[in-house]
């Protein structure tokens, strides 16, 4: 049966191996990478490896990716709203105008009527007046109390 290191010695072991490539640029840059995994993986109790990490980099790369397509899409899709919210409120204020413009023309309209009630009105009184004094120059002549000549002004 194999013993294995305990944490402290995989942490001992690590920091003799970097000090021995202490020296190696070569080496020690190759490596560079590599410790921080190793450290990772004590602290962790994992197995990471190198290509693990190339692969999750790749695959945020790739989600990265997708969601800054769907960030540009959004975007293209609030232009497109907001270009129909800015037609709609255009459409609005015409409207908002027109109808300022047919309330003008209501209130016009109505102040004629009123106008026009208040001269029916008025013509109406006078007829009914006229109507009361042909009745009573009728009744005058039918009961003989007024004479009157007519005359032919065509002669």
Not at 36 to 56: F, G, K, L, P, S
Not at 61 to 86: A, F, M, P, R, Y
Not at 141 to 147: K, Q, R
């Amino acid at each position: 049966m194999t013993d294995y290191m305990t944490k402290d010695e995989e942490r001992k072991l690590l920091a003799k191996l970097q000090k021995m490539l202490e020296n190696s640029t070569y080496v020690r840059t190759a490596f560079e990478g590599a410790w921080r995994i190793a450290e990772a993986n004590i602290h962790d109790d994992a197995a990471y490896t190198c290509q693990y990490w190339v692969d999750e980099a790749l695959r945020k790369g790739s989600e990265l990716q997708s969601t800054k397509e769907h960030v540009q899409q959004l975007k293209e899709k609030l232009k497109s709203t907001d270009v129909s919210i800015n037609r709609v409120l255009d459409q609005r204020h015409e409207a908002q105008n027109e109808l300022k413009k047919f309330q003008r023309e209501l209130e016009e309209v109505k102040q004629q009527l009123v106008e026009v009630k208040e001269q029916a009105a008025l013509l109406q009184y006078q007829q009914a007046q006229e109507i009361i004094e042909l009745k009573a120059l009728l009744y005058d002549l039918v009961t003989g109390a007024v004479s009157v000549t007519i005359t032919n002004k065509s002669q």
